[in-house]
């Protein structure tokens, strides 16, 4: 097939566009980064490398002869390539409804949930690998592993029918989807109104032939029914002589010793989701141990980007309040004070969970601690009026919180390296953006040549006066 993704930069679209082409499908993709000048990206490059033609996002990559033209919500309906693509009357397949077929085609483990999806999704991928399963993987977080096997990191091409996907609620999707075995990690209001998401939920439970679920997420207790459960205490698979510290934990399952060498309480939880689906499938638990002892991460879920004169830069994805709020408090069992930029993922995040992220802050950022909030980011696209980061950092003034509303990011790394000091963790929050990454960097550099001059960027924001 000849198959034209639009927003092929996408985490989720990049996986079945890298996958496509590793099957031998002819593919493409635009993206609006590219519009934006962004042409030398890690992605472009992987997808180059498997023959995926790239375009600008203004419909040059689709001619009369392409067979399907695939999309996800975040695609306006007057986007120019699906215009495009109803006058040639080529298909248009959302990205949910390609994925559900491979899940239709393999026996599919799929990972669910307001939060952890992508590190759990790793986890599973690396327990089936080291229990000689070979599993395929498509998902939504890059596995360090995989990278440095040389992969891109989120789509794996196994040998086995195998397969281990994310199943996403934020758009309703996971309701596609009719996996061997699907889990619910947790269910937060996030995207949309807690009763829509409980009947997205809902649907799924339905869809999975066996399902695993939290037992201790007060959201999902409705749902346990007969299926097999997990938590931290309670479920039937939990966690025993648990221990926590700032680089990891320890805990016991059924007799059997683990460890893992990521912190938070967050990550049991997922580890133990993991657990639940070995058992299932009578997987031994001395495997599974050994290969969550061995597990490396995902790309930037609580990544340390450098430690400066013994100040931690971390770089981390969190994004909603749930991920925040845990993100937080790993952080603070590292840590004696936090330095936190955060960069909010989407105008509507603010829009509909302004109250969530405010509560989220002034419960998380301690008055030792500093939040310094960046601007929104925007990749395009349409966005609500008067919604901007200010109203959080409003919000949080209001409470007294330590916080700091600054759009431009020099003036976020001078302010943040001029405050640092020995044994804080500075932390790089937010979604979306592939300059997050770079942004934690250029933090580390600063606070290692000792540079506090604000130099005001010409990509920032600059109208918009920062509120001191």
């Given at each position: 097939m000849k198959i034209h993704?639009?927003?092929?930069?996408?985490?989720?679209?990049?996986a079945l566009a890298q996958l496509h082409a590793m099957g031998g499908d002819e593919v493409s993709g635009s993206d609006r980064l590219i519009n934006k000048g962004f042409t030398d990206l890690p992605i472009w490059q992987t997808l180059k490398k498997l023959g995926v033609k790239l375009y600008p996002q203004d419909g040059s990559g689709i001619t009369e002869d392409t067979d399907a033209v695939v999309l996800t919500s975040a695609i306006e309906p007057d986007n120019i390539e699906i215009q495009i693509a109803k006058k040639y009357s080529i298909p248009l397949i959302h990205r949910s409804e390609l994925l559900a077929k491979h899940v239709k085609e393999n026996k599919t483990i799929?990972?669910?949930g307001t939060?952890?999806?992508s590190t759990t999704s790793a986890m599973m991928f690396e327990v089936l690998k080291a229990a000689g399963k070979d599993p395929s993987l498509i998902t939504g977080g890059v596995l360090l592993s995989l990278q440095k096997e040389g992969y891109f990191g989120n789509v794996y091409r196994g040998k086995t029918?195998?397969?281990?996907?994310e199943a996403d609620e934020s758009d309703g999707t996971l309701v596609n989807y009719h996996p061997q075995i699907g889990v619910m990690l947790n269910l937060a209001h996030d995207h949309k109104d807690i009763s829509i998401l409980k009947g997205y939920f809902q649907k799924f439970s339905i869809n999975c032939k066996k399902l695993i679920v939290n037992a201790?997420?007060?959201h999902l207790k409705e749902l346990l029914g007969p299926a097999q459960t997990f938590g931290l205490h309670n479920g039937n698979t939990h966690?025993?002589?648990?221990?926590?510290d700032g680089f990891g934990s320890s805990f016991t399952v059924d007799g059997i010793d683990f460890k893992l060498n990521l912190p938070g309480e967050h990550y049991i939880k997922d580890a133990l989701a993991v657990i639940a689906v070995a058992k299932e499938m009578n997987i031994d638990l001395r495997t599974v141990s050994a290969a969550l002892e061995n597990f490396q991460g995902v790309y930037r879920r609580f990544n340390s980007i450098a430690n400066i004169n013994?100040?931690?830069?971390?770089?981390?994805?969190?994004?909603?309040?749930h991920k925040l709020a845990a993100t937080l408090k790993a952080a603070h069992l590292r840590g004696k004070r936090l330095q936190v930029f955060f960069q909010p993922h989407a105008f509507t995040s603010i829009q509909i969970l302004l109250k969530e992220f405010i509560e989220c802050f002034s419960e998380n950022i301690k008055p030792e601690d500093t939040l310094y909030l960046g601007e929104v980011y925007y990749p395009g696209g349409t966005i609500p009026e008067h919604i901007s980061a200010n109203l959080v950092y409003q919000g949080l003034k209001h409470l007294g919180v330590s916080a700091v509303y600054t759009p431009c990011r020099n003036e976020a790394a001078a302010l943040i390296a001029a405050k640092a000091k020995e044994g804080d963790v500075v932390l790089v929050l937010g979604a979306r953006d592939p300059t997050l990454t770079d942004f934690a960097k250029q933090i580390a550099e600063k606070i290692k040549i000792k540079d506090t001059k604000i130099s005001p960027c010409k990509t920032c924001l600059l109208n918009t006066k920062k509120i001191v």
């Open positions: 993704f639009v927003g092929v930069g996408g985490i989720g679209m990049s799929a990972i669910s939060s952890g999806k029918s195998w397969l281990v996907i201790e997420e007060d966690a025993e002589n648990i221990k926590l013994g100040i931690e830069i971390i770089d981390d994805f969190a994004h909603n309040p």
